[in-house]
């Protein structure tokens, strides 16, 4: 029978990352602590420090992204209800 991994929550490992990035303790005393790997802590810790410059750079990104997306649906709105305007008014017999 082989071991079977152990599935750990991203609370917890951004706790134990965090704890490894403050750097008050050794990878290895934060290892015993938790009961992990000290490569697993060492890998927690360099994710961690590599996606932290993206939670802060993804704010306006993001909301750009939204405010695009935002516009391009009211343009297409717009075209739509150009389109049924001039329709109703070659039906009424209204035209320009």
Excluded: C
Excluded at 26 to 50: D, F
């Amino acid at each position: 029978m082989g071991r079977q991994r152990r599935q750990f929550s991203g609370e917890f490992k951004a706790k134990v990352a965090l704890e490894a990035i403050k750097g008050q303790h050794t990878v290895r005393e934060i290892a015993s602590r938790y009961s992990v790997h000290p490569n697993i802590v060492t890998q927690w810790k360099r994710q961690a420090l590599e996606e932290l410059p993206a939670i802060f750079s993804d704010g306006r990104a993001r909301r750009e992204k939204e405010e695009g997306q935002d516009k391009a649906e009211l343009y297409e709105q717009i075209g739509r209800l150009k389109m049924e305007l001039e329709w109703l008014k070659k039906k009424s017999g209204l035209s320009d």
